[in-house]
């Protein structure tokens, strides 16, 4: 039933949404909604098929011309506020204050920081690698951020 009906309803919407994504996407949904409404028993006559998915196509068109128009609208009504944000206030990380604070960390402090950051491991995996219970690297990491933060800021 997919084979017979997905391309129809591809040509439809390349037809009227002049996008090929957009036709995939149609395809995809109505071919979707016409098989929930085959096994709820909201399709009077089976046997007409391809007119009800002819009308589906009809209004999924139309809902996603509405939602372009509607955005279109909200675009120009709001987009001058959408404006990128000015620069932030804070001044940019010294990446070589950053490697003496990570340097000053304990080796095992470091090594949680790095495997929990930079290879992006979980508590867990990080745990059974360095010997430590899940929870006892989180406290480690809180801990050791706690401390590379004081250090960046320059307090003790």
Excluded: W
């Amino acid at each position: 039933m997919y084979r017979r009906l997905a391309p129809r309803v591809r040509l439809y919407g390349l037809r009227h949404l002049r996008d090929p994504a957009a036709a995939d996407d149609l395809a995809q949904d109505v071919v979707l909604m016409t098989f929930d409404s085959l096994r709820a028993g909201k399709v009077r006559e089976p046997e007409r098929i391809a007119s009800f998915v002819l009308g589906t196509c009809r209004r999924v068109v139309a809902n996603v011309r509405r939602g372009a128009v509607r955005r279109q609208r909200l675009l120009e009504r709001f987009g001058s506020e959408l404006e990128p944000a000015a620069e932030s206030d804070e001044p940019p990380l010294d990446l070589d204050r950053l490697a003496r604070c990570l340097e000053g960390l304990a080796e095992r402090e470091r090594s949680v920081v790095v495997l929990s950051f930079y290879a992006e491991r979980g508590s867990d995996d990080i745990g059974a690698e360095l010997g430590l219970s899940p929870v006892n690297v989180r406290v480690v990491r809180h801990r050791a951020i706690a401390r590379l933060r004081a250090c960046l800021e320059g307090t003790p």
